[in-house]
């Protein structure tokens, strides 16, 4: 049995507002609805979806605020298979980095299925980048 593989690449900015950017690419055989808030579309931030650490394992806080998904319909966007669709926000507008300390940065996030589609989460992780600010 196929399952339904999100690959997601992680690369940040080293600049003052810590660009992180998204590659989100659809490995499966199949289409899949991609949820909008769990991938930042448009570069909007509506939950929590990294992991950041200082270099000493001490998490860092999430400064935005948490927003329910009400997994209708206009909150996906189609994902053909092969096809790639790419995000961007700034973690240093959304979390507390302080200058001079080195990060471990990790995307992670389950992908909620659509209302009327009765399917599992499907699991989503990028790969980590250490950086320095």
């Known amino acids: 049995m196929e399952t339904d593989v999100i690959e997601v690449k992680l690369s940040i900015e080293e600049n003052e507002a810590v660009m992180a950017h998204l590659i989100f690419k659809n490995r499966s055989e199949r289409s899949i609805y991609l949820n909008k808030q769990v991938m930042y579309y448009n570069g909007e931030v509506r939950n929590n979806y990294f992991e950041i650490a200082k270099s000493n394992g001490h998490r860092v806080s999430f400064l935005g605020f948490m927003a329910n998904c009400t997994r209708m319909p206009d909150e996906y966007v189609l ?3 092969n ?3 790419s995000s961007a926000i700034s973690l240093k507008e959304w979390y507390r980095l302080t200058k001079g300390e080195n990060y471990i940065v990790r995307y992670y ?3 909620p299925a659509m209302k ?3 399917s599992v989460l499907m699991e ?3 790969n980590k980048v250490e950086i320095s600010y």
């Open 124 to 126: 989503m992780q990028s």
């Open 109 to 111: 996030a389950f992908n």
């Open 83 to 85: 096809e790639e669709i």
């Open 79 to 81: 994902l053909q298979p």
């Open 116 to 118: 009327q589609m009765q």
